[in-house]
Nanobody, 124 residues
């Protein structure tokens, strides 16, 4: 059974940093590109970042480019999202997901497995 478990969310002030982690089990982690999506209250789920199976070729939403960094450790079956200079508009539930698309995808429908999410709250 595939499981993705996110952690690292919390309440921070604008300008602070957080590092999210997503630990995967029940699958061959290195066979999947990974991504982070987020969903704010009353909003649709949106793409944040993706990374290829081997850890290269990262892609970012324009809204987070230059502030967020996605990375992965295939030996630990874990993908990370380093979030710096957080803004109130970054507040959302953050989800990790897997896809068989080589470099990931910006479309949530291309993802096979999803975690339960971790809440990020940013106060102004």
């Amino acid at each position: 059974q595939v499981q993705l478990v996110e952690s690292g969310g919390g309440l921070v002030q604008a300008g602070d940093s957080l590092r999210l982690s997503c630990a995967a089990s029940g699958l061959t982690f290195s066979s999947y590109a990974m991504a982070w999506f987020r969903q704010g209250p009353g909003k649709e789920r949106e793409f944040v970042a993706s990374i290829s199976r081997r850890g290269g070729d990262p892609h970012y939403a324009d809204s987070v480019k230059g502030r967020f960094t996605i990375s992965r450790d295939n030996a630990k079956n874990t993908v990370y999202l380093q979030m710096n200079s957080l803004k109130p508009e970054d507040a959302a539930v953050y989800y990790c997901a897997t896809t068989l698309y080589t470099s990931g995808s910006r479309y949530y429908g291309d993802y096979l497995h999803w975690g339960q999410g971790t809440q990020v709250t940013v106060s102004s």
